[in-house]
């Protein structure tokens, strides 16, 4: 700046570093009641720098309101004569101006004022954009373009912000394959030549710049409803802060606990807990949780106890979700079209897997893996703790199963009963959901059994304790659970019991506690979709609709299960079997809709509806003649 005195340009970055100090440090330390007092004090430095900067340009700046500055048709000219070289004199004074109108767009975003704000970073963008790309200001580049993507992202204008990152990602790659050397940071131009950045800050910084690019565009694809770009944006987001050691251990590891939830709906099991043994790892690094004592000493402890409980629960809450759906995916490809195990499917894939898997663990290399020299076996050794292959056998399932029973202990610390009911109860059935996975594999009927009678005695208290006025929609997920669970307690209890030459007292005693026990807790489901008048709707809401019809049938087929000797009660039970298999035929007569949501309880209702009649006539005669 040939025409500024060294003194003068002394100040005006005093003045810059100053800016830089009131926003990112002071401005943390402002009070409630004026909360941008430093970013105003800063504005206020930056408006002189640029001042000062137009006037060295022989540029005259009008005041367009409180919005900030509108070129006028002199700056128009001057700036159509400045030079195309990013790197030359014109383009070094552009940048300084784009680097103060960078900060100006900044402050206002900061303080609330999205349209100043927008004004001055597109202000930066059209300054740059007459240059070409260089050393000096790429990191500007992409910097205006990330502010200005996530201001539009801000104003759910998704594409709009998609184009200007996007824009951004591209001049980062560009940049490294036809350059790559350490660019200049823009708060850089306003600094003394003995202050500049080291190469090793310099990449630190723009490689941030970058990181938070892609996680802005993460963001963008996971708005236009792009999961699987959006997943890999947040891999490789995740991958570069672990690199560049720029990350907060909690939000890292919830984040990485986060991804993992998509691999699993995926089906990507290795990846999905390689993000959560990452999680797990870094979350380690947040530090040691506080104890009780030294939580009740010091409020600062208690907020850290609780923030590294909390996450800490989260990420485990996570796990039981990789172990229960490895498990349930496992059962989907070998179970039958009556719902039991397949023994030659099991055969067949248990001959293909070690091929498969192979090749899988050759994939993996593709993948982008997290850790750093720091992390890297601590990962490793955390994902060897469970399996990432679909279980095939009993064994293989209680392994994982054991695993994401551990976590629904850790979960379960955390999240109790009193303070946090819902995330308790949600805890307790994915508890109930690992039992009833495992117990597909389980070949005994005894220990079957025994495995869903673990499910009744923690899910039943719950059901009982729960206030449905408050909790409607968890308890008739727990009352169908319950009766669901009582429901093949006595199908299990049934295939026992004829294996046994002769019906002992206490097996039917036992079969009938099952029986009516299902019977009550479907009754109470049903009675929850009654109108406040007590009435069954005439016609059920979708969400409730198949649940609702598998009641009534399963009810059907209970009645007709209750075993007595007694033949006025065998009428009685049968009777009340007919009707409700004739209400299911009936609503689906009234509901045409609603048969293709229960084909198959439809058609065995039509036929029990037609076949019960005759076995009353037999019944009702029999007991006649006996009289």
């Given at each position: 700046?040939?025409?500024i005195t060294s003194?003068?340009?002394?100040?005006?970055c005093?003045k810059?570093q100053?800016?830089?100090t009131l926003?990112e440090?002071?401005s943390k330390?402002?009070p409630?009641n004026?909360p941008?007092r430093?970013?105003?004090?800063?504005r206020?430095?930056?408006k002189q720098?640029?001042?000062?900067?137009?006037q060295y340009?022989g540029e005259?700046?009008t005041?367009?309101?409180?919005?900030?500055q509108?070129q006028?048709?002199?700056?128009?000219?001057v700036e159509?004569?400045?030079a195309?070289?990013?790197?030359s004199p014109a383009?070094?004074?552009?940048?300084?101006l784009?680097?103060?109108?960078?900060?100006?767009?900044?402050?206002?975003?900061e303080t609330e004022?999205?349209?100043?704000?927008e004004e001055?970073?597109?202000?930066?963008?059209?300054l740059?954009?007459?240059?070409?790309?260089?050393?000096e200001?790429?990191?500007?580049f992409?910097?205006s373009?990330?502010?200005i993507?996530?201001?539009?992202?801000?104003?759910?204008e998704?594409?709009?912000?998609?184009?200007?990152l996007e824009?951004?990602?591209?001049?980062y790659n560009?940049?490294?394959?036809e350059?790559?050397?350490?660019p200049?940071?823009p708060?850089?131009?306003?600094?003394a030549?003995?202050?500049?950045?080291t190469?090793?800050e310099?990449?630190?910084?723009?490689e941030?710049a970058?990181?938070?690019t892609?996680?802005y565009l993460?963001?963008?694809?996971?708005n236009?409803e792009?999961?699987?770009?959006a997943?890999?944006y947040c891999?490789t987001?995740?991958?570069?802060?672990?690199?560049f050691?720029?990350?907060?251990?909690?939000?890292?590891?919830?984040?990485?606990?986060?991804?993992?939830?998509?691999?699993?709906?995926?089906?990507?099991y290795m990846?999905?807990?390689?993000?959560?043994?990452?999680a797990?790892?870094?979350?380690?690094?947040?530090?040691e949780?506080?104890?009780?004592a030294a939580?009740?000493?010091s409020?600062?402890?208690?907020?850290?106890?609780?923030?590294?409980c909390?996450?800490?629960?989260?990420?485990?809450?996570?796990?039981?979700?990789?172990?229960?759906?490895?498990?349930?995916?496992?059962?989907k490809?070998?179970?039958?079209n009556i719902g039991?195990?397949d023994?030659?499917r099991?055969a067949?894939?248990?001959v293909?897997?070690?091929?498969?898997?192979?090749?899988?663990e050759?994939?993996?290399?593709t993948?982008?893996?997290?850790?750093s020299?720091?992390?890297?076996?601590?990962?490793l050794s955390?994902?060897e703790?469970?399996?990432?292959a679909?279980p095939?056998d009993f064994?293989?399932?209680?392994?994982?199963?054991?695993?994401?029973q551990?976590?629904?202990n850790?979960a379960?610390?955390?999240?109790q009963?009193?303070g946090?009911?819902?995330?308790?109860?949600e805890?307790?059935?994915?508890?109930?959901?690992l039992?009833k996975?495992l117990?597909?594999?389980?070949?005994d009927?005894?220990r079957?059994?025994k495995m869903h009678?673990?499910?009744?005695d923690m899910?039943e208290?719950i059901c009982?304790?729960l206030?449905?006025?408050?909790y409607?929609?968890?308890?008739r997920?727990l009352q169908?659970e319950?009766?669901?669970?009582y429901?093949?307690?006595?199908?299990?209890?049934?295939?026992?019991?004829d294996?046994?030459?002769?019906?002992e007292?206490?097996?039917?005693?036992?079969i009938?506690?099952?029986t009516?026990?299902s019977?009550?807790?479907?009754?109470l489901?049903?009675?929850?979709?009654?109108?406040p008048d007590?009435?069954f709707?005439?016609?059920?809401?979708?969400?409730?609709l198949?649940?609702?019809?598998?009641?009534?049938?399963?009810?059907?087929r209970?009645?007709?299960r209750?075993i007595t000797?007694?033949s006025?009660?065998?009428?009685e039970n049968?009777?009340q079997s007919?009707e409700?298999?004739?209400?299911?035929?009936?609503?689906?007569?009234?509901?045409q809709?609603?048969?293709?949501?229960v084909?198959?309880?439809?058609?065995l209702?039509e036929e029990?509806?037609?076949l019960?009649p005759?076995?009353?006539?037999?019944l009702?005669a029999?007991?006649?003649?006996?009289?």
């Amino acid at each position: 700046m040939a025409s500024i005195t060294s003194s003068e340009w002394r100040v005006l970055c005093e003045k810059y570093q100053r800016s830089v100090t009131l926003s990112e440090i002071e401005s943390k330390k402002d009070p409630e009641n004026d909360p941008f007092r430093s970013k105003y004090n800063a504005r206020e430095l930056l408006k002189q720098i640029k001042s000062s900067l137009g006037q060295y340009a022989g540029e005259n700046e009008t005041e367009q309101g409180e919005n900030g500055q509108q070129q006028t048709e002199k700056e128009l000219q001057v700036e159509q004569q400045i030079a195309a070289g990013g790197d030359s004199p014109a383009g070094l004074s552009a940048a300084r101006l784009g680097v103060i109108e960078y900060q100006l767009g900044l402050n206002h975003t900061e303080t609330e004022e999205l349209s100043a704000g927008e004004e001055h970073l597109m202000n930066c963008i059209r300054l740059m954009d007459k240059y070409e790309v260089t050393q000096e200001n790429i990191s500007l580049f992409i910097q205006s373009r990330n502010q200005i993507g996530v201001l539009w992202a801000g104003r759910g204008e998704i594409e709009t912000a998609q184009g200007f990152l996007e824009s951004a990602e591209a001049l980062y790659n560009r940049y490294m394959k036809e350059d790559g050397k350490p660019p200049m940071d823009p708060n850089e131009y306003f600094m003394a030549e003995e202050e500049k950045l080291t190469e090793q800050e310099r990449t630190k910084r723009f490689e941030k710049a970058y990181t938070y690019t892609l996680y802005y565009l993460a963001q963008v694809y996971k708005n236009l409803e792009q999961n699987d770009k959006a997943g890999l944006y947040c891999h490789t987001t995740l991958q570069r802060q672990l690199e560049f050691n720029n990350f907060a251990p909690l939000e890292w590891a919830v984040n990485a606990a986060t991804l993992s939830q998509y691999y699993i709906t995926k089906s990507c099991y290795m990846e999905g807990r390689h993000c959560l043994a990452a999680a797990s790892v870094v979350v380690g690094l947040a530090g040691e949780v506080p104890s009780v004592a030294a939580a009740k000493e010091s409020e600062a402890e208690s907020e850290k106890r609780e923030k590294l409980c909390q996450r800490k629960a989260e990420i485990a809450r996570c796990w039981i979700k990789y172990c229960l759906n490895l498990i349930n995916d496992a059962k989907k490809m070998l179970e039958d079209n009556i719902g039991e195990l397949d023994a030659d499917r099991q055969a067949e894939m248990k001959v293909r897997r070690r091929q498969e898997e192979e090749e899988k663990e050759k994939g993996r290399k593709t993948v982008v893996l997290f850790g750093s020299s720091d992390t890297s076996d601590s990962i490793l050794s955390m994902e060897e703790k469970v399996s990432c292959a679909y279980p095939l056998d009993f064994n293989e399932a209680r392994a994982i199963f054991l695993v994401g029973q551990n976590y629904v202990n850790e979960a379960k610390e955390y999240f109790q009963i009193d303070g946090h009911a819902t995330d308790h109860i949600e805890v307790v059935q994915d508890h109930s959901a690992l039992f009833k996975a495992l117990a597909f594999f389980e070949d005994d009927y005894e220990r079957c059994c025994k495995m869903h009678k673990r499910r009744i005695d923690m899910l039943e208290p719950i059901c009982k304790d729960l206030n449905p006025q408050y909790y409607l929609l968890i308890s008739r997920q727990l009352q169908f659970e319950v009766a669901e669970t009582y429901y093949e307690m006595m199908d299990l209890k049934i295939a026992v019991a004829d294996k046994q030459e002769e019906l002992e007292a206490h097996t039917i005693r036992k079969i009938n506690h099952l029986t009516t026990s299902s019977i009550k807790y479907y009754e109470l489901f049903l009675d929850s979709l009654k109108t406040p008048d007590k009435k069954f709707p005439d016609k059920l809401e979708e969400d409730v609709l198949r649940p609702a019809i598998v009641a009534k049938f399963r009810i059907a087929r209970l009645y007709s299960r209750i075993i007595t000797a007694d033949s006025n009660k065998q009428i009685e039970n049968i009777s009340q079997s007919l009707e409700y298999y004739r209400f299911v035929v009936d609503y689906c007569t009234r509901n045409q809709d609603a048969k293709k949501a229960v084909e198959t309880e439809l058609e065995l209702s039509e036929e029990m509806a037609s076949l019960l009649p005759l076995r009353l006539e037999r019944l009702r005669a029999k007991l006649t003649s006996v009289n």
